[in-house]
């Protein structure tokens, strides 16, 4: 017998013993498990086994009796489900205290008071009355929503619950929060602002299990909205690594001291992977997943002043702006992020840019204050035939989702090439995220490394093309390794197809209208787009 026949992690322990109906006295045991990492003991009634990579394996245990020898073969299948994907993909959703629901999560096994937890909120409505974001169930450690208005509180031993942080997450938009942990206190985040309590911290031991959405299992603080991308670190994040990684999936071979890592992105079931380790959770009462619209995914990010006169360059972002000489300008730190994914919905247009940008001013002034100039480089295939009003800039609020982005500017130049830039003069903008629409000339290319596999371009087929209405379509991908997106749109960028897969998939393409429909395939480190034609 084992603990599991199939798992979707390759990283977990699979756990067997005999439970032969012969009588073990003087009993001895042999286990093969070809191809495992690790057999804590191959002689062991029951050993404990990690596969380590996916695949079909072999358990085969002799049993060696007085009255004989008995063999017996298991079958086991390891799965590749719990690597960390590169996309938003999937949130969790909370049902407050009407529709019980909450994240059951295991315990992160350390003693400590050098933590940080950073998550993405949505709160649904004002919260009840402590509601956490995250709990743990032994001692009291975690942050949570105080009486009123959804301000952010913190739990901690000899800390101060009913401190007030000044921080207030607004309702029905996405928001990002952390909590920090030193031994000089407790340092809660929203949106890159930060709020501290001093106080002598003392460690917490983390042995008990912990939850997100509920403390402690009481009735009447269960959080209501969605949650999203939760890390959980062995440190304590500084103000600049919480605005740098705000934006960003998290890739955790990169990461330093992280403990666990959730995105919810799992398609079906209730259990919830632990994407960096085997601190896996899951789903518990009426919690439940949606598709996520967090502005997250791989890029870059990078923090500077506005300066004036001259370029505020922010490296490796493809943006810098210029501001004018004796002018107002912004006076707190700016921080741009370039997402080398398209965000949940599109502004129309023939094609968008590979990327988009969130530019956030950690201030309450959201106007970009004195901005002259701002440009837009490696935005893929810019063709010498196309004016440079061509490029139109949009822009939505820095948590924005949905359809509401609004046009804001023409480019006055473009600098034409396989990788070109554009720039814009006297935009008047707040701040927040920008997208580019780009002549229908210009093609999507690949985002990082267009070679995936041994200097092999990846290549996309998506067919029939042009399908019936209820038909069936296929896609098929060569030099793409691990975990795939297929994302399809309607003419307006309203996403109405997700699928998630490895080199291939089908799908039933469902009662749609005749016409053009727009898709994109995703890897962690590349992307196409196209279009799929409908007809009657």
């Excluded at 207030?168 to 949106?191: C, D, I, K, Q, R």
């Excluded at 042009?466 to 795939?484: C, F, I, M, Q």
Aim: charged share 20%; proline share 6%; net charge negative.
């Amino acid at each position: 017998m084992c603990s599991a026949l199939e798992s979707g992690c390759a990283r977990d322990t699979i756990y067997f013993d005999d439970y032969s109906v012969v009588d073990h006295n003087g009993a001895s045991w042999a286990w093969q498990f070809p191809g495992a990492a690790f057999v804590s003991d191959a002689n062991a009634r029951n050993p404990k086994v990690l596969f380590g990579q996916p695949g079909d394996y072999q358990a085969i245990m002799s049993l060696s009796t007085p009255q004989g020898v008995f063999t017996d073969t298991l079958s086991i299948r390891i799965k590749n489900d719990c690597t960390a994907d590169s996309i938003p993909g999937i949130a969790a959703r909370l049902g407050g205290n009407d529709n019980e629901g909450y994240v059951a999560l295991p315990a992160l096994g350390v003693a400590t008071n050098h933590l940080t937890i950073t998550a993405w909120v949505k709160p649904d409505g004002e919260q009840p009355d402590y509601s956490p974001v995250y709990m743990h169930d032994g001692e009291s450690a975690g942050f949570n929503f105080l009486p009123g208005n959804n301000q952010l509180g913190y739990h901690w031993p000899a800390g101060a619950w009913w401190w007030e942080s000044g921080l207030f997450v607004p309702s029905g938009e996405w928001s990002h929060v952390a909590m920090v942990v030193e031994p000089s206190g407790v340092t809660l985040y929203l949106n890159g602002i930060a709020s501290k309590h001093n106080f002598v911290a003392a460690p917490v031991d983390f042995s008990s299990a912990a939850r997100l959405g509920n403390y402690k299992g009481w009735g009447g603080r269960y959080m209501k909205g969605d949650l999203d991308e939760i890390c959980v670190y062995n440190r304590a994040l500084t103000q600049e690594e919480i605005r740098e990684k705000m934006h960003l999936r998290k890739i955790p071979g990169e990461e330093t001291d992280m403990l666990a890592y959730y995105q919810f992105n799992e398609p079906d079931g209730n259990r919830v992977f632990d994407r960096l380790g085997s601190k896996h959770g899951s789903l518990t009462g009426s919690a439940s997943r949606i598709a996520s619209t967090v502005a997250i995914g791989p890029g870059v990010s990078a923090r500077n002043f506005a300066d004036s006169p001259g370029a505020t360059i922010f490296p490796g972002t493809g943006m810098t702006m210029k501001f004018a000489d004796l002018a107002p300008i912004p006076t707190q730190e700016i921080c741009v992020t370039r997402i080398n994914l398209l965000p949940d919905v599109s502004p129309a247009g023939d094609t968008v840019s590979r990327s988009y940008w969130v530019a956030r001013h950690f201030s309450d002034n959201t106007w970009v204050q004195g901005l002259l100039e701002i440009s837009l480089d490696q935005i893929g295939l810019a063709p010498a035939n196309q004016p440079a009003g061509a490029y139109k800039l949009w822009h939505r609020a820095p948590n924005g989702e949905g359809p509401v982005w609004a046009q804001i500017d023409s480019a006055a130049t473009v600098t034409s090439g396989s990788d070109g830039s554009v720039t814009f003069f006297n935009t008047q903008s707040d701040f927040g995220q920008f997208i580019l629409t780009l002549p229908k000339d210009s093609l999507l290319t690949g985002v990082d490394h267009p070679d995936i596999v041994d200097g092999k371009s990846p290549e996309v087929r998506v067919y029939p093309n042009v399908v019936a209405s209820g038909g069936k379509v296929s896609v098929y991908t060569e030099n793409l390794p691990g975990s795939l997106v297929f994302r399809l749109f309607d003419a307006k960028g309203n996403q109405i197809k997700r699928l998630l897969f490895e080199e291939s998939t089908s799908f039933d393409i469902g009662v749609l209208s005749a016409g053009a429909y727009f898709y994109r395939v995703e890897s962690e480190q590349w992307m196409t787009v196209g279009v799929l034609l409908v007809e009657q």
